[in-house]
Nanobody, 125 residues
Framework: QVQLVESGGGSVQSGGSLRLSCAAS????????MGWFRQAPGKEREGIATINTVGRTNYADSVEGRFTISQDNAKNTLYLQMNNLKPEDAAMYYC???????????????????WGQGTQVTVSS
């Protein structure tokens, strides 16, 4: 069974940066669609970034130009670099893997994704 463990969350001031990491086991990073999602209290889980098996990335409009998704195949780890953070970015962030897809990764919350336990990001104004 695929296991994903996120880390790197924390509390920052508006305009600050964080880098989230997602260590995978029983899954080879780069062999499936990978993504980052987030969920704020009272809101639905939203997709913010995906990366496919050839490195093509896709971002939600709300984070385009500020966040960067990447992967290190040697470390079997997925990353999310978050710059210029805003208070509205505060949420629980989840790493996800969709082993049913390789190229057309979905920014939608579906039951095809396997999820990590999440890491909390807090942004103060």
């Amino acid at each position: 069974q695929v296991q994903l463990v996120e880390s790197g969350g924390g509390s920052v001031q508006s305009g600050g940066s964080l880098r989230l990491s997602c260590a995978a086991s029983r899954l080879t990073i780069g062999s499936s669609c990978m993504g980052w999602f987030r969920q704020a209290p009272g809101k639905e889980r939203e997709g913010i970034a995906t990366i496919n098996t050839v490195g093509r990335t896709n971002y939600a409009d709300s984070v385009e130009g500020r966040f960067t998704i990447s992967q290190d195949n040697a470390k079997n780890t997925l990353y999310l670099q978050m710059n210029n953070l805003k208070p509205e970015d505060a949420a629980m962030y989840y790493c996800a893997a969709d082993t049913s897809r390789a190229y057309s990764c979905l920014l939608l919350y579906t039951d095809k994704y396997t999820w990590g336990q999440g890491t909390q990001v807090t942004v103060s104004s």
